[in-house]
């Protein structure tokens, strides 16, 4: 251990240092919500909240879990994570296996690559998008949330520059004892990409979660408001609260609330983030090299 530290050079000292200062300057804004949210109301009230709770309060949260809606839009939410996670984990690497190839292999292949670019830079619209929605009947309804987001563009060139960089002779081996293009997919190349697959993984679920604008643009039932868009209503307008709640929230402050639900809204992220995280550094830089 004393030999490492002697290999220390000042540089390696300063980027140590300089990582803790803004790892704990990432921490310090979510710990003092964390403490607002536990903290009495008076002190709430007075920003005199710090680093510790001021006068132990569990309130805020026995008030919000008591609430219907918060759990029924805590399952749409889920919900939303569970398919639209799905669905754009299995397009992500249908679209990305094919576009690895050379251009001599597969025909074609730059023109889906300039399609896929043009996406990201221009869209349609909002308009738009809601006529077609509307016109295919998913309004009210999940998909209305994930089939729009789908296909993942920027997850796509990710995990294609990714399998780009995987050795070919695993490919021209599997093709020689006759391998089908499916089985080397499945039994060579998603084993090998497991890095940006997390990494791509962490994007879409964390873009599902924290997502609430189209959930108030595509949902017309309040019920059917994913976690986000519910928080966005309450937290404007309260109108989601009906009179007994508000009689009871009538003797929290609204940085007791508002706090308690930040923390409940970023508590499954939060949890999953560790086991993906080991994956993240090495999926977002491999995925970037481009030859």
């Given at each position: 251990m004393n030999g490492r530290l002697n290999k220390l050079q000042p540089f390696d000292i300063f980027n140590y240092v300089g990582l803790a200062l803004i790892s704990l300057l990432c921490l310090l804004p979510i710990w003092h919500i964390a403490m607002v949210s536990l903290s009495g109301e008076g002190p709430a009230s007075k920003f005199s909240v710090g680093l510790l709770p001021i006068e132990f309060s569990m309130d805020s949260y026995k008030t919000i879990l008591q609430m219907g809606k918060f759990w029924d839009a805590f399952g749409m939410s889920s919900l939303r994570v569970l398919v639209g996670g799905l669905l754009n984990f299995?397009?992500?690497?249908?679209?990305?296996?094919?576009?690895?190839?050379?251009?001599?292999?597969?025909?074609?292949r730059n023109i889906y690559i300039w399609f896929l670019v043009f996406t990201m830079l221009f869209s349609g619209g909002l308009i738009p998008m809601y006529m077609i929605i509307n016109e295919l009947n998913l309004?009210?309804?999940?998909?209305?949330?994930?089939?729009?987001?789908?296909?993942?563009?920027?997850?796509?060139?990710?995990m294609v520059n990714f399998m780009r960089q995987l050795p070919k002779e695993l490919e021209e081996a599997?093709?020689?004892?006759?391998?089908?293009?499916?089985?080397?997919?499945?039994?060579?190349?998603?084993?090998?990409?497991?890095?940006?697959?997390?990494?791509?993984?962490?994007?879409?679920?964390?873009?599902?979660?924290?997502?609430?604008?189209?959930?108030?643009?595509?949902?017309?039932?309040?019920?059917?408001?994913?976690?986000?868009t519910y928080l966005h209503v309450v937290l404007a307008s309260r109108n989601l609260i009906n009179a007994d709640?508000?009689?009871?929230?009538?003797s929290l402050t609204n940085r007791n609330s508002i706090s308690a639900q930040i923390i409940l809204a970023s508590l499954p992220i939060l949890v999953v983030y560790p086991f993906l995280q080991r994956f993240f550094i090495h999926g977002i830089v491999m995925g970037s090299v481009k030859e």
């Open positions: 299995l397009l992500t690497i249908m679209l990305a296996y094919p576009l690895s190839k050379e251009s001599s292999y597969f025909r074609g309004i009210n309804t999940i998909w209305a949330l994930v089939l729009p987001g789908a296909v993942p563009v920027f997850n796509v060139i990710l599997a093709l020689v004892d006759g391998a089908s293009q499916y089985r080397i997919m499945t039994s060579i190349f998603i084993p090998l990409s497991m890095p940006v697959i997390a990494t791509v993984t962490l994007f879409s679920v964390v873009g599902h979660w924290n997502s609430w604008f189209d959930g108030l643009i595509f949902m017309n039932d309040t019920a059917n408001y994913p976690l986000q709640q508000q009689t009871v929230m009538a």
